[in-house]
């Protein structure tokens, strides 16, 4: 259930500006009919500042008129009028100790998915494409030492994000019309 913003505020500004009965402010705060009955008798939350749910957007005068009338009717809170924002993965942090394996994940995915363009390796892996360059171009400072290896088992990004990135690079190859490499055949060393 959906609870109003600061739902004891609402409460203290529920029950001096209207006539809702304390069961009814209980259930549209989320709170129990004694503790609104005890912020009435002064009891509990004195000195917080009602906040008027109805210049807020989240009951209507009409509501709560309706609501004032008939004692077995209950407040319905409105739905926002924006979603909440998403939030962002933002940048990637990798630590100190993994991110010397971070070139031999992307060698594994230039190697093995040939289908992903830079900027899904580069999200991956929260890397650049100057370094994704290196990496394909073996112009990378530690290029002798680079090994492929699986980015998901160094935990440098999860199976579900690289699936997801492959299942997006085959769509789009298929809508231009270009083959879909098959998947990569499972190495002697990657399955002892």
Not at 63 to 83: G, N, Q, T, V, Y
């Amino acid at each position: 259930m959906t609870l109003p913003l600061m739902p004891k505020a609402t409460a203290v500004w529920l029950i001096e500006k209207t006539a809702l009965t304390f069961t009814q402010i209980a259930e549209f705060c989320g709170m129990h009919p004694l503790e609104v009955q005890a912020i009435a008798d002064g009891e509990v939350a004195q000195g917080i500042v009602g906040y008027d749910p109805v210049q807020n957007i989240q009951v209507t005068a009409a509501e709560i008129k309706r609501c004032e009338a008939d004692e077995s009717l209950r407040l319905k809170l409105l739905a926002p009028a924006m979603p909440p924002p998403k939030k962002g993965r933002g940048a990637r942090y990798t630590p100190v100790a993994k991110r010397n394996d971070r070139p031999d994940g992307i060698a594994f995915l230039i190697r093995n998915y040939p289908q992903l363009t830079e900027a899904q390796v580069g999200k991956l892996m929260g890397t650049t494409k100057d370094t994704i360059h290196k990496v394909r171009d073996r112009t990378h400072w530690n290029s002798s030492n680079i090994k492929p290896r699986d980015p998901v088992i160094l935990g440098l990004c999860s199976q579900t994000d690289l699936n997801a990135a492959i299942h997006a690079a085959n769509e789009r190859l298929a809508r231009e019309g270009r083959a879909v490499p098959p998947p990569p055949m499972p190495e002697a060393d990657e399955a002892a």
